[in-house]
């Protein structure tokens, strides 16, 4: 079945330092891909997403790109600030079913300054 | 837009009690989802439906009954608690095309 693998964490940085979250996926068929970033006590938020192979999305300086050829969706940002600190979660939702989205397990991102 | 509401935020209950977690929508959507957060798990999808009166199973449905009565509202209910189901759990609510999900603040329950 489809599923999403995305690196463990935690990682931790000091705040200026490029960020780079792994994210590949396992679907059939040409899923949507998501980034979802949850701050501490609170619900998931949509970061950013892309619908096709070669899409980038890209919110608050954080950037993915759908790579079809490498089943990858990694998420990046250049320089990262103590308020990015939070879980971040890699999602995708396969076209041909409902929109219930496949998580991976998350990591969580701590930065210090 | 309220977006996406659950109620309560905190639940505290002994082995074998029932309850129900509410969740309600205000933005007309069809796809409404529950999914169970745990350490180390990510978000495990329990139940969903893709409109009123039409639900399905999804990864970890035991233990909980869901209903879609209205556009609204998608309840889930927790027929027997265990400790096992001790869990934040988030709704979420999608149009019909996959897309974004929104979600609500959680529901983190205890189950003694």
């Known amino acids: 079945g489809d599923s999403v693998t995305q690196m463990e964490g935690p990682v931790t940085l000091s705040e200026e330092a490029f960020l780079t979250i792994n994210c590949t996926y396992t679907a059939t068929g040409y899923p949507s891909l998501f980034w979802y970033v949850q701050y501490p006590g609170e619900g998931l938020q949509l970061l950013l997403k892309?619908?096709?192979?070669?899409d980038k999305g890209s919110n608050k300086g954080f950037e993915a790109t759908y790579r079809k050829e490498t089943t990858s969706f990694h998420l990046e940002k250049g320089s990262v600030q103590v308020s990015d600190s939070a879980v971040y979660f890699c999602a995708l939702s396969p076209n041909q079913a409902g929109t219930a989205l496949i998580f991976g397990k998350g990591t969580t991102l701590s930065v210090s300054s | 837009n309220a977006g996406v509401t659950q109620t309560p935020k905190f639940q505290v209950l002994k082995t074998g009690q029932s309850m129900t977690l509410q969740c309600a929508q205000d933005?007309?959507?069809?796809?409404m989802s529950w999914y169970r957060q745990d350490p180390g798990m990510g978000l495990r999808l329990i139940h969903y439906s893709v409109g009123a009166g039409i639900t399905d199973q999804g990864e970890v449905p035991n233990g909980y009954n869901v209903s879609r009565s209205t556009t609204e509202d998608f309840p889930l209910r927790l027929l027997s608690a265990a400790p096992s189901q001790t869990s934040v759990y988030f709704c979420?609510?999608?149009?019909?095309?996959?897309?974004?999900?929104?979600f609500g603040p959680g529901t983190r329950l205890t189950v003694l």
């Open positions: 933005m007309n959507h069809e796809y």
């Open positions: 979420a609510s999608s149009t019909r095309a996959p897309n974004e999900q929104f």
């Open positions: 892309a619908t096709k192979a070669d």
